[in-house]
């Protein structure tokens, strides 16, 4: 299952792309009594439920040898973005998509951690996994600086770009919106002159 505000944004959502491809059934619940009665609500009909946002979903194996070769440039990125996630790792849920972020499967839905808020209450500090996709040619060509100078000024503007795309994909508020169109600016207007 998996919980949002709403259908298109749940339909869309980078979480569910490896289980469409496997032809999972996913229980779209984009009403926010959902969030709660799932917290309780753990098997139906024998079948235990599962979020796609949190915990490893094992659909895939990870390819060792792509680890071995991304692991250095995911410490980084751990590095640079240590106050907002707790871990960067290869994704098992995305098939298209850059990035996209997780949870432990003990850890409170971003869903969840938005009701709250907009309810006025606290929530716990919790921070979030950023998953890769290894595939992407994204994260190929920030690989690629990073083995040429793993100290380059502009891995820190990816580290927060690849962050703030995944808090935007799973409809999240980004908490510094001028910084990223300085940064996606500063991007394009790179590669425009090329």
């Known amino acids: 299952y998996i919980t949002g505000d709403n259908m298109t944004a749940l339909l869309n959502s980078p979480l569910l792309e490896q289980l469409k491809a496997k032809n999972y059934e996913v229980l779209l619940m984009f009403d926010p009594i959902d969030e709660w009665v799932v917290q309780s609500l753990t098997e139906y009909d024998g079948k235990s439920l599962k979020s796609a946002e949190k915990g490893d979903l094992a659909l895939d194996k990870v390819d060792d040898d792509k680890k ?26 995305l098939t298209d998509s850059l990035a996209c972020l997780s949870g432990a499967s003990s850890d409170m839905s971003a869903y969840m951690e938005k009701i709250l808020k907009a309810s006025g209450q606290k929530t716990p500090d919790s921070k979030r996994i950023l998953e890769l996709n290894m595939n992407h040619p994204v994260v190929e060509k920030i690989n690629s600086i990073f083995e040429e100078d793993a100290a380059a000024p502009v891995l820190k503007d990816y580290a927060h770009i690849l962050f703030d795309l995944a808090t935007i994909s799973e409809g999240g508020k980004i908490d510094d919106p001028a910084g990223f169109t300085r940064r996606v600016g500063e991007l394009m207007s790179g590669a425009l002159k090329s």
């Open 68 to 93: 071995d070769k991304y692991d250095g440039l995911f410490k980084q990125l751990r590095l640079l973005l240590e106050e907002n996630i707790k871990e960067v790792k290869p994704s098992t849920r």
